[in-house]
Each structure stands twice: as structure tokens, then as C-alpha cells.
């Protein structure tokens, strides 16, 4: 009822731009050094050609905001509950759309002003932002479906007014500020704590915070700062478990949180359990990434960003193997090896990012990957692939009668999930060793890991369930073709073509072993990966 009254009477209090100086996050939110680089994307994103997903998407002379360009598809401006987002065949695949309409790419147009006080990079900063405001009124149309993407676009906005808010014409500031606050309103009677109560919810409340603050003095203000700032110490306690991780189950969501909560930290300057919380979190990240710097890819991974300058590379002097047990990830680690055995639950809720690769084993060595994470690829864009990304075929697991370890329902949303026990875990100088089982339909997978440093991975599979004969799968995703000297499996393993997704939107084929066996249970297969071959 309060959004229908708001899209019928949209609030216009009276907004004196010269009352507005920018960011209030000003000091904390650091502005990266422009080099020849961001005024070459300037330069791209003033001729409408806007690199999203590993593509470039070429919009033409007049930007179609609520236009699918890789599909062809566009939807009109009903009212926004009563937009089918989630149909790709109908709307498009609404990730591709909202990447654009976060306006992140405007943050560039700002630097390269900065950089070189060209007034043409303004010009076009304010010609998107006018143009964006006719083409998607107040509650009207796909950009406005998601309180999330209303937030990005509303953090987008502050950060570019920062840059370049007391350079534009007074009149367009007035009008910009008036459709920057009823992102303000809409966002304070939706948030996401019924439909997604996870990182929507925290990059939401974020956003509340940062235009309570931003908007000081302005009706409602007050109310969008304290809520705001209230749901984000809330959500810091309920989303991230005592290890440092979260409870969603995705390594690239978790950079999402660390990147919503450390911003809110610099400026709202929270208690002492939250600042320990996030110290934990990064503590995780940097362990999971390992000496590499690189983020392994567990769980979705959209391959977006909340801050167009974090560099989410993450390094560490000397990798340790350790149990985060709430995650139930093990990192075993010797020199520049490391590894990472996934003996975790699905995420919490419904599990909506999480993949059926429990038990999962990656590895690299140095530079090289050994066994790896195919991805994500799509969302909505694609139900088929959508469901083989997070399949248990997709990752180095076993697959029972070709069943997943949960029953998919939907793309963002897990009918059943599986038991899981973490049964033993034991690290030394010598080596690591852990051992977890999962169980589904009837069956348990049991898996016993042995890392003997500093080259060997010994790993034992045990699949016990229902008499009768069972086909039984076990697969390995390799990193390379040469990866697949590394590997002893079981006999019989075959060499077959997969699929990787290194950024959300993309894929590529690549090399898989498969060992398959039509047998009694229980049965045991052996694998030993000597990275000294």
C-alpha cells in the first residue's frame, strides 16, 4: 500500500542543492589514481560502448535503459511489482540490464573529468543521468524491481556528486537530487527482509545509511540513517559466523559483504564485535585466495562490484593450512601450494547462491591451477545452464544415479540439501588430513583427504546406499591440459570436455576426467594428484 501511495504522490520536498556537498564518506572512499587507463574507459562509456560481463555492449546514440541489447528484449513502464524480471524469455536477463543502470561506469566519466578537466565527460554524466530519469519514472519499470539495484545506483549517484555535484548546472542538481531521494524513499519501504535477507538486504541498508547521511536535515533523513544503520550491525552479527565467513556459502558474495561492511565501518564507526567480525572476514578471504591473490570461485559469482575501484586481489605472506568450520572449508597449504576441500553445508535460507559441490577439492600450485571451479555463467539468462554451473557434474565431486547432492527449484533456490559432518580434521608440519561426509536420497559420500607436504594429495572415496547395482561418477576439473599429468585416478578415467566460466556471462570449453562405475555398494575409489610430476 505505501509504495502504491508513493508511486501515485511521489514526495518533492525542497531540496537546495548548495545544502548537499557530496559523499559523506568522502575521506573514507578512495578515489584511485587516474591514469591513462580510466580516461580510455571515459572515452569508451562517452561513445555508449559499456564493458559488462566480459562483452561490450554497443547502446547506440540514445541508451536504452531497460533494454536486454544481447537479447534484443525490452519491457515497458508498469508498475515495477508487476515486472516478470525473473523471465528471461519476457524481460531479458534482468543481471545484464541492472549492470548497466547501477551507473558505476558514471564514476569513471567523473575521474576523467578530474584527471584531465575536460567539461565534455560532465556533459555526458549528465546527459545518462537525464536521460535515465525520463526513461524510468518513480516505481515505473524493471529498474526499479529490485531494491538492491535501486541501492547501487543511489551509492553511484552520491559518489559522482562528490566528484562533480558542485560543477553542473543548478537546475539539472535539482532535479538529480529529486530523483536520488525517492531512491531514499523507495528503498525505506522495501528492504529486503522477507524476499532476500542476505547481501540485498546489507548493500540495501548501506544505501538507507549513506542517503540518511547525505540528505542531513531533509525530511525522512533521520528515520533512513538510524534504520539503516541498525539493519547493518544487525546483519553483521546475523550473516557472518564466528570463523569469519558467510552463512550464504559463496567466496564472491562474501566480497560483496566485506566490501558494504567495511565502507559502513569508515564512516559510522561501529562497536568493538563488529570492526572483530570484519577483521575475521578478510582474515577468511585471504586464506581461501591463498599465496595466488585469487579468489577461488565457491559458490555464484556474478562477477560485479559494489566499489568500481576495489581491487579484489588478496595476498597474504605465508599460507596456513586451517578449518573454518562453520564455512566447513579446509585449506591445506605448504610453500606455494594450496588447496581447499569444501566439507560445508549449503548456504542458508534457500540456499539460493550455493552449488552442489560438497566435498569438492581445488588446487593450485604457484601459478597453475590443478583442479578447479567451473563458475557460474548466468542466472536467468539460461535455465539449462544455469542448473549444470551448479550441479554436482560441474565440480570435483561424486554423482550418485546422477543426482544432485539437493533438488534444484528454481535459479535461486534449493528444494533439499544434504546432510554433512565434518568426521575428522588434523594438520601438522607433515601434513593435513581431513575427512567429511555428505548423504542425500539414501546414500552417503564419504571423502578422506590427505595432503602430505608438499606434493602429494592422497583422496579416498567411499559411497555406501540402497542394494542393488548404482552408476557412480566421480569427477575432476582441470585447470589445463597439463594439469592432467598431476592426476592418478582410478582406472578407467576418461578424458572429456567440460565447461568454465571465468566472468559471469561467458564460457569456454575445458578438459574433465571422468571415472565411471555400474556397481554393488559400497565401493571405494582411490586418486592420488603428485605435483611433482
Not at 192 to 201: D, I, K, M, T
Not at 209 to 231: K, T
Not at 452 to 465: M, Q, S
Request: one cysteine or more; hydrophobic letters at 40%; a neutral charge.
Amino acid at each position: 500500500m505505501v509504495n502504491a501511495i508513493l508511486a501515485l504522490r511521489p514526495p518533492a520536498p525542497a531540496l537546495d542543492p548548495d545544502l548537499f556537498p557530496g559523499l559523506p564518506f568522502a575521506e573514507a572512499a578512495r578515489a584511485v589514481e587516474c591514469q591513462q587507463q580510466t580516461v580510455d574507459l571515459a572515452n569508451q562509456i562517452e561513445r555508449h560502448q559499456f564493458p559488462i560481463f566480459g562483452t561490450t555492449i554497443d547502446a547506440g546514440p540514445g541508451i536504452r535503459w531497460r533494454r536486454d541489447y544481447q537479447r534484443g528484449i525490452e519491457t515497458g513502464l508498469g508498475y515495477f511489482r508487476l515486472i516478470p524480471y525473473l523471465d528471461a524469455a519476457r524481460a531479458g536477463d534482468h543481471k545484464v540490464i541492472w549492470e548497466l543502470n547501477r551507473h558505476q561506469h558514471l564514476i569513471v566519466l567523473a575521474q576523467a573529468y578530474g584527471a584531465t578537466g575536460e567539461t565534455r565527460y560532465l556533459d555526458e554524466t549528465c546527459a545518462q543521468i537525464g536521460s535515465w530519469i525520463a526513461a524510468n519514472p518513480f516505481h515505473r519499470g524493471i529498474n526499479w524491481a529490485s531494491a538492491l539495484e535501486v541501492a547501487f545506483r543511489a551509492l553511484s549517484w552520491i559518489w559522482v556528486y562528490r566528484f562533480a555535484g558542485s560543477k553542473l548546472d543548478r537546475d539539472f542538481r535539482v532535479r538529480w537530487l529529486h530523483a536520488l531521494y525517492l531512491h531514499g524513499c523507495h528503498l525505506a519501504n522495501n528492504l529486503s527482509f522477507y524476499f532476500s535477507p542476505n547481501n540485498h538486504l546489507v548493500g540495501e541498508a548501506l544505501a538507507l545509511n549513506a542517503l540518511g547521511l547525505f540528505f542531513a536535515g531533509a525530511p525522512r533523513a533521520e528515520r533512513w540513517q538510524r534504520l539503516g544503520g541498525r539493519v547493518m550491525e544487525e546483519q553483521m552479527e546475523r550473516q557472518i559466523r564466528a570463523d569469519g565467513s558467510s552463512f550464504e556459502q559463496s567466496a564472491y558474495y562474501q566480497v560483496y559483504l566485506y566490501d558494504m561492511f567495511g565502507l559502513h565501518a569508515a564512516w559510522a564507526h561501529p562497536g568493538a564485535g563488529y570492526l572483530a567480525k570484519l577483521e575475521r572476514m578478510a582474515d577468511f578471504l585471504n586464506a581461501i585466495a591463498g599465496p595466488s591473490g585469487c579468489l577461488p570461485q565457491l559458490g555464484d559469482d556474478d562477477g560485479g562490484r559494489l566499489l568500481v575501484t576495489a581491487d579484489h586481489r588478496f595476498r597474504v605472506l605465508h599460507a596456513q593450512s586451517r578449518l573454518f568450520s562453520d564455512a566447513g572449508l579446509a585449506v591445506m597449504a605448504c610453500g606455494n601450494v594450496h588447496g581447499i576441500v569444501d566439507a560445508g553445508p549449503f548456504g542458508a535460507l534457500n540456499a539460493g547462491h550455493s552449488h552442489s559441490d560438497t566435498l569438492s577439492i581445488l588446487i593450485r600450485s604457484g601459478a597453475d591451477e590443478i583442479l578447479i571451479d567451473p563458475g557460474t555463467y548466468t542466472y536467468t539468462g539460461d535455465r539449462e545452464w544455469r542448473d549444470w554451473f551448479r550441479s554436482s557434474k560441474a565440480h570435483n565431486t561424486i554423482r550418485i544415479d546422477g543426482l544432485d547432492q539437493g533438488i534444484m527449484d528454481g535459479p535461486f533456490r534449493w528444494k533439499t540439501k544434504p546432510e554433512v559432518r565434518i568426521l575428522k580434521w588434523q594438520t601438522n608440519g607433515d601434513s593435513d588430513l581431513l575427512e567429511g561426509e555428505c548423504s542425500y536420497s539414501g546414500f552417503t559420500h564419504r571423502r578422506r583427504v590427505e595432503f602430505r607436504k608438499p606434493h602429494l594429495f592422497l583422496i579416498d572415496d567411499c559411497i555406501e546406499g540402497p542394494p542393488g547395482e548404482h552408476d557412480i561418477e566421480q569427477f575432476w576439473h582441470l585447470g589445463s591440459a597439463g594439469a592432467r599429468s598431476k592426476l592418478i585416478p582410478p582406472a578407467g578415467a576418461e578424458l572429456e570436455q567440460s565447461w568454465r566460466s571465468t566472468s559471469f556471462g561467458s564460457k569456454h570449453p575445458a578438459p574433465m576426467l571422468r571415472v565411471h562405475r555400474r556397481c554393488m555398494l559400497p565401493m571405494r575409489l582411490e586418486t592420488r594428484i603428485d605435483l611433482s610430476r
